[in-house]
């Protein structure tokens, strides 16, 4: 299940408004400043989650799905697992690219690792599944009671504060476990606004421009040889597909995949309208995918010969993109289609352990059918109302964490977008239109999606859960 605390708005002891430049809509989900890039830091390193290793469509409910634990540990563990990304409508999707580290990567590592998300979800007269950050959900990450820690750096010199979240953000605030994954948000400009008296000891920090010369380390692993593409997609033209595939939940006998009523549909290949299934691999079409409709994108590796671990029986099952050290572009648009109802004008991207989609991303509520939350997932710019314009990230996990700054949704035009995975961190940060999606990447410009501090023009607001 999704939900949404203000972090932005984080109440000391019983102090329950929210922060003077903040605001919420009416579902209570709160947005406070506009950014550029966003960083997640801190993972907890270890930890453990269900992994699923069997399905059984001709049995009872309880009976249907059995799971072990799994203890996974790493630095980004365990996004550092094979991953898999998600698109729902109105979305249109121009470019995708995977890259990984070194001169001697191959292929090969983006499969390597296999070590999962259960939501419970609707779907539409077109039988399509439609991911869970739907209309009238709360989003977010921390519970009341939960220890949230500040910190704030400004001139070198860093500062740290906890106290105890009693902020219940709405009447169906989840018991989120405590834990110490960071969230970092860089606003687009200087934020001055002021505080509630309570947040006297939390400080607010205001810059100028960062110059080109400023130094920051990033938290990366630039490899050698520089970063090597791995897998591509252009819509341009009659579309460039390399190393890809792309599916949706329209799993149907005799086509693609396989439908029952225990699990529903399963991944099946999508065709060049993702509206439909496809008996092979299609390539996307330049064109807008509908509300609600959700694409898939995973590598052109099957499971087929049993590499993957479990996957469920006769569904179309391909590998994520693995490793700790990874990084994604992505150039798309967010229209605005005026359309209502469930997960209608509702455009999100996120990014799944690959677990998920392979065995069942929408739940049928037994909690051993799926990894999720435990495996992991990471949204990256996701519509909480029909028709807003502000796209929220989070990090869903055990711990997980998120902000209520945002990103603004790109409804005229295009946006381009790196999502890094290596070091110790995540980095989310908006690119300049110029960026091009080149079959290799420098290390410094690799490097440059990981320092966000140049990306922007002030550091305002830093939360850290």
Sequence with gaps: MHYHVALCAVIVISITSVAANCVQDALKNTYCSAVQ?????????????????????????????????????????????????????????????????????????????????????????????????????????????????????????????????????????????EGTTKFIAYPTASIGASRPSSFSSVKTVVRSSVSSSTSVTPSFDTGSGGWIRQAYFNADGSGTVDGLVFLNHNGTPGISGTFDYM?????????????????????????????????????????????????????????????????????????????????????????????????????????SCSCWPGCGELDVFEILVPGDTRCTSSLHLDPGNGSSDYFPRPTNGTVKVAVVFSGSDVNIQILDDNQTFDSTLSSSTIGGFCNVEKAVKAVSNVVVG
Excluded at 74 to 81: F, I, N
Excluded at 113 to 138: C, N, P, T, Y
Excluded at 302 to 311: A, K, L, R
């Design 37 to 177: 890039a966003m960083k997640y830091s801190g993972f907890p390193g270890t930890g453990t989650y269900g992994k699923v290793t069997l399905m059984d469509k001709d049995t009872y409910l309880s009976k249907a799905c059995a799971s072990e634990l799994y203890t996974y540990s790493g630095s980004l563990s365990p996004l550092d697992e094979e991953v898999s990304w998600h698109m729902r409508g109105p979305f249109h999707l121009k470019q995708f690219a995977v890259y990984t580290p070194g001169s001697s990567y191959s292929k090969r590592n983006l499969i390597e690792r296999h070590h999962g998300h259960q939501h419970v979800h609707e779907r539409d007269s077109k039988k399509a599944k439609h991911h869970e950050h739907g209309f009238g959900l709360i989003h977010g990450k921390r519970a009341v009671g939960d220890l949230v820690t500040a910190t704030f750096t400004e001139n070198g010199v860093t500062e740290t504060i906890t106290f105890v979240n009693t902020y219940a953000g709405s009447p169906t605030s989840a018991n989120s476990a």
């Design 263 to 367: 699990f529903g549909s399963s991944l099946s290949y999508a065709a060049s309208d993702p509206f439909y299934p496809s008996s092979s691999p299609q390539v996307l079409a330049d064109a807008m995918i509908d509300d609600g409709i959700e694409v898939v994108i995973m590598s052109d590796k099957s499971c087929s010969d049993g590499s993957c671990g479990y996957t469920r029986p006769n569904a179309q099952a391909f590998h994520g993109f693995g490793g700790s050290d990874k990084a994604f572009l992505v150039e798309f648009s967010m229209p605005l289609t005026g359309k209502r109802g469930i997960n209608m004008d509702m455009p999100s991207v996120w990014i799944l352990n690959a677990q998920v989609p392979n065995t069942l991303q929408y739940g049928n509520g037994n909690p």
